[in-house]
């Protein structure tokens, strides 16, 4: 661009040239902008139950990168025709070509500048609509618990609830449920697809935690409504397993089998993780009771900072103090834990991954020795 400059004749061109770079850039950040609210307004009207709702600046973005792809194809097609029709004639090739880099270098800058300013804009237009969102809460959250909970944060710990605050909640909207917290205004979702949910006021949330960190296959999956629908339709959607077989049931529990590759042959089938977890304490009892009724095998080994669900026996064997502490004195007492298996944090720097095993194992092998040492003390006692 300097050396464009230093001559007038190239100076007059380069001038033309930025006018003529500003007026296309200028026409597509219009046809941007325009091609924006149409994506906008189609997500979030015209087809509501197909398309995820996006927000302007998303729908913005989306018809930027689409423009601004179309314009590439564009620009290497005209390098192509260029090629094809001068390929015989070196110096109008190269002079043409020469022009059309001038071009895009002055094109690419000013497209920099527009889409700069416009993404601005639009940050700023998010940061104030996410300041009156929150102040909208802020107020509405203030008014409902001034009086009757004298809060000053909807993020108040968790801890024992007074009489006098439960009393002034159940005066409290239509939610009577115990799962909530006390002091937190939650959203209300009336639909949900694939990623995002949606909220009675029509706002779409991109639920980045999948729910409780399970919800992998997303909502509203069509596969599993059919398969659900399919299943009532036929009546048998629950059997009592004590004295029945389901088809569907079977066909499930092969499938998981075979998909180990032979490493298991048996599945339960349970209703949650906690359910689970506490199906599977139980059958290592009852395979060591079947045994031998008077057996003392009956310590758990589990990790440091885990958790395998809410039920007592679950919670017991989890390692998590904060949701612990309440039940102390009704939790299984035969439960020890060995450290997490946490490489990232815990493996030394020159360590190899075979030494880091060996250490954990060790770990584990030393707890179980010290825990058989208690079994014969016990059995020495009992003995006496």
């Known amino acids: 661009m300097v050396y464009l400059m230093m001559w007038e004749k190239n100076a ?11 007026y296309m850039i200028s026409n597509l950040a219009l046809l941007s902008l325009i091609f924006a609210l149409f994506v906008y307004f189609a997500s979030n009207y015209l087809f509501y139950d197909i398309w995820v709702q996006l927000p302007f600046i998303k729908s913005f973005y989306i018809s930027k990168n689409i423009l601004g792809f179309c314009l590439s194809i564009k620009i290497v097609i005209s390098i192509i025709e260029i090629i094809y029709y001068h390929w015989k004639e070196p110096k109008i090739l190269c002079d043409k070509l020469y022009k059309l880099l001038s071009s895009l270098i002055v094109l690419a800058f000013f497209y920099q500048v527009i889409y700069v300013i416009c993404g601005a804009i639009l940050i700023i237009c998010d940061d104030i609509e996410l300041m009156e969102f929150k102040l909208e809460i802020k107020l509405k959250n203030y008014s409902k618990y001034q009086s009757e909970l004298k809060v000053k944060s909807l993020d108040k710990p968790a801890g024992p609830a007074r009489p006098e605050d439960l009393s002034s909640l159940a005066l409290q909207g239509d939610d009577k449920s115990l799962n909530h917290h006390f002091y937190k205004d939650y959203p209300k979702i009336v639909k949900a697809k694939g990623k995002y949910l949606y909220t009675d006021k029509g706002r779409g949330i991109f639920d980045a935690c999948s729910g409780a960190a399970v919800a992998s296959i997303g909502y509203g999956n069509q596969d599993v409504i059919d398969a659900m629908h399919k299943k009532n339709m036929s009546g048998t959607h ?17 499938n998981l089998a075979d998909s180990t590759d032979g490493l298991l042959n048996k599945v339960y089938l349970t209703g949650s993780g906690s359910d689970a977890t506490e199906a599977a304490i139980k059958l290592a009892c009852q395979y060591y009771y079947d045994q031998d009724s008077e057996t003392q095998r ?3 080994i589990s990790r440091d900072h885990s958790y395998h669900g809410n039920t007592l ?9 904060s949701r612990q502490a309440p039940y102390k004195g009704i939790l299984m007492s035969n439960v020890e834990y060995v450290s997490s298996c946490y490489p990232y944090r815990q493996q030394l720097d020159g360590e190899s991954d075979e030494d880091f095993v060996a250490k954990k194992a060790d770990e584990f092998e030393k707890k179980n020795t010290r825990n058989r040492a208690k079994k014969s003390n016990g059995l020495h006692r009992r003995a006496c």
């Open 12 to 22: 007059q061109e380069f001038e033309e040239l930025c006018i003529k770079g500003i």
């Open 238 to 254: 629950y059997l009592a397993s004590s004295f029945w077989k389901d088809n569907d049931v079977l066909e499930l529990q092969k």
């Open 298 to 300: 009956k310590y758990i």
């Open 313 to 321: 026996g679950a919670l017991s064997i989890s390692e998590f103090p």
